[in-house]
């Protein structure tokens, strides 16, 4: 199982993931035509594409369903976010299988109507998706505790966004407990998960108050002898591909 995020922050969001029956998207933030062109430029197939799952329903992970809902791709995802958005689809339950895949949600703190974070699992490989939310509870912790890769939001540098231009009411919302994760508190949770855990993407860093270079440099030095491999993410381009 593989994982590649072709675009992450909020200019939209898509997570491509191939499983031993065919590739599916989790989220959909971005045009149709960008979901394309960014998963043969990651060397991934959409072949027989037929499942995006859907973390939560802000703008930035949804803004694309439309046209993957007109191409036949099914939606799964909370009863919650199905509700928000007002779509029918797949409620997510746990071990629900999708292309070889079994999926495992779990609640993540972050202002949606019912949001999730995901554990994968297809023959012994396991990926953990948590790239929105405000802080890490420990039912986070237990959901991504087994998995070999994660994908885990570093969303800002903390004294950045103090100083940056963001009314005092968004910055609180970003800082709160259903907000945003701050790069230091992203290298914190690695340190939790520890030596089983090898590789991240950092996702959802922010344009205004983040850097890659910060993220990486801050997550790096909190997980100092931690022994896996940090990648970042792209608003504009795909990851690494990731995962065994």
């Known amino acids: 199982m593989r994982i590649c995020a072709l675009g992450s922050g909020s200019a939209g969001n898509v997570l491509l993931v191939e499983g031993p029956r065919g590739a599916l998207l989790v989220d959909a933030g971005l045009p149709w035509r960008e979901i394309e062109a960014r998963s043969a430029r990651a060397g991934m197939s959409l072949a027989g594409l037929k499942w995006v799952l859907l973390t939560h329903e802000h703008?930035?992970?949804?803004?694309?369903?439309?046209?993957l809902l007109r191409r036949g791709v099914r939606v799964a995802a909370s009863t919650g976010t199905l509700r928000a958005l007002g779509i029918e689809g797949t409620a997510l339950g746990p071990?629900?299988?999708?292309?070889?895949?079994h999926i495992f949600?779990?609640?993540?703190?972050?202002?949606?109507?019912?949001?999730?974070?995901l554990r994968l699992e297809a023959n012994?490989?396991?990926i953990g998706i948590a790239t929105d939310l405000g802080q890490i509870t420990d039912?986070?912790?237990?959901?991504?505790?087994?998995?070999?890769?994660?994908?885990?939001e570093a969303n800002h540098d903390v004294p950045l966004l103090l100083a940056g231009p963001y009314p005092w009411p968004l910055k609180l919302r970003i800082?709160?407990?259903?907000?945003?994760?701050?790069?230091?508190?992203?290298?914190?949770?690695?340190?939790?998960?520890?030596?089983?855990?090898?590789q991240v993407l950092l996702a959802h860093l922010s344009a205004e108050n983040n850097t890659p270079a910060l993220a990486l440099e801050?997550?790096?030095r909190a997980v100092d002898g931690w022994g896996g491999l940090l990648y970042l993410t792209y608003p504009d381009r795909p990851s690494a591909v990731v995962g065994a």
């Open 59 to 67: 703008a930035d992970h949804v803004r694309g369903l439309d046209p």
């Open 95 to 101: 071990g629900i299988e999708l292309e070889g895949i």
């Open 105 to 117: 949600p779990f609640p993540i703190p972050h202002d949606a109507r019912e949001p999730v974070g």
């Open 124 to 126: 012994g490989s396991r």
């Open 139 to 152: 039912t986070v912790l237990s959901a991504l505790s087994t998995c070999q890769t994660v994908a885990l």
């Open 175 to 198: 800082l709160g407990p259903e907000g945003h994760l701050a790069n230091e508190e992203t290298g914190r949770t690695i340190r939790l998960l520890g030596s089983g855990l090898e």
């Open 218 to 220: 801050t997550v790096a």
